[in-house]
């Protein structure tokens, strides 16, 4: 009977024994499985974690133009309720007595060409008007009448020659003339100037002048520009060194312009001196110079200019970033456009910005002076 015990015993004893070690065995093989996930988990996770290596990384925030529209007339951002609104075509006088003038900063671009006595006559076009006191305003010439045209402008000007008085007629030009009745309303004196110098106009006689006549303010559906805009600033690829340009008109008027390298743009000078504006007190500047050389010539024997502009076509220069380079005009005035060409007979491309645009008599080419380093 003992020895049944004893022997009973020994079989609890090893089952137990046995139970012992298959349950360590278990809990080994449990603990080992948790290890090597916990390491596997610590492999992993760098390449989790860290950002791949051909990410792109941004440079710079995208700019914000989402209420705004390019310009018709500069190519820069303007507010959209602009972007649609006709510009004005401002006469400025020019002569050396009459300088500085109010506004000139504002124009978007300033054409430049000879009248009379050797004489040069401004002409603005404003996209949005800015200022109080615009001028000093002086009298129309049919050749800026048809430039005017050419963007649908509202055309400012204080008198006319009869040729300018036809040509207005027979395009049919919106205009505020100071020799009408809505004299007094776009204009005032400046008594402390000699007449007939002393003519301007403000913003707030414009835009009452414009209500009053019942002009459209808006560009009409099938209205193109004169440009197309590079997308981001463009250096130009070949042509020649032009850091200085200077325009000989005429031994009274020859404006120049220096091109200053940090800002890329030229700056404007005349009567030996900087062409600044009266109202801000600041030089003159330009992205762009277009040279368009035409056909000229006095057109009676008071020497009042004419040019070849209704159905005519000629050469030019284009100039912006240090760079000059030829280009090509075409005009049809019964259509009202006027287009710029390259070298290779595409529509001109232009940087975004202020543009200078001189009339050049086109048999005095070698009176446009271009030197390869400013002075």
Avoid at 82 to 95: E, H
Avoid at 135 to 150: F, L, M
């Amino acid at each position: 009977m003992q020895w049944v015990l004893n022997e009973m015993k020994k079989r609890i004893h090893y089952s137990v024994l046995l139970s012992v070690v298959f349950v360590l065995t278990i809990l080994t093989m449990t603990g080992c499985k948790k290890n090597k996930e916990k390491e596997e988990e610590i492999t992993v996770t760098p390449t989790v974690t860290s950002a791949p290596t051909t990410s792109p990384v941004p440079t710079e925030e995208a700019e914000n133009h989402e209420n705004e529209v390019r310009s018709k007339i500069t190519g820069l951002w303007i507010p959209k309720e602009n972007g649609n609104k006709r510009p004005y075509a401002i006469m400025l006088n020019n002569i050396k007595l009459a300088s500085p003038q109010s506004g000139t900063e504002e124009a978007g671009i300033l054409y430049e060409a000879l009248v009379e006595g050797g004489i040069t006559r401004l002409m603005g076009i404003y996209e949005d008007l800015d200022e109080k006191r615009i001028g000093s305003v002086r009298s129309a010439r049919h050749y800026y009448v048809s430039i005017a045209d050419e963007y649908e402008a509202i055309y400012v000007h204080f008198g006319e020659t009869s040729y300018a008085t036809k040509k207005i007629k027979e395009l049919g030009i919106d205009n505020l003339s100071g020799l009408t009745g809505i004299s007094d309303t776009v204009f005032f004196r400046d008594k402390s100037i000699k007449a007939p110098h002393n003519a301007f106009a403000t913003k707030e006689g414009i835009l009452k002048g414009t209500q009053t006549k019942g002009y459209n303010t808006e560009y009409s559906e099938n209205f193109q520009s004169h440009f197309n805009f590079y997308e981001k600033d463009t250096d130009l690829k070949g042509g020649e060194s032009a850091e200085k340009v200077t325009l000989m008109f005429s031994n009274y008027a020859s404006p120049y312009f220096t091109y200053d390298k940090e800002k890329k743009q030229y700056n404007r000078f005349q009567y030996d001196k900087k062409h600044v504006d009266f109202n801000t007190g600041e030089q003159l500047v330009f992205k762009n110079i277009i040279v368009q050389f035409v056909k000229e010539w006095n057109i009676d024997k008071n020497g009042y200019q004419t040019m070849e502009l209704e159905n005519a076509s000629g050469n030019g220069y284009y100039i912006t970033n240090g760079i000059k380079t030829d280009i090509t005009w075409k005009k049809n005035e019964s259509t009202g456009k006027m287009r710029y060409y390259d070298a290779q007979g595409n529509e001109l491309t232009i940087n975004a910005g202020k543009t200078y645009i001189a009339l050049f008599p086109n048999d005095r080419t070698s009176e446009v002076v271009l030197d390869g380093s400013s002075q």
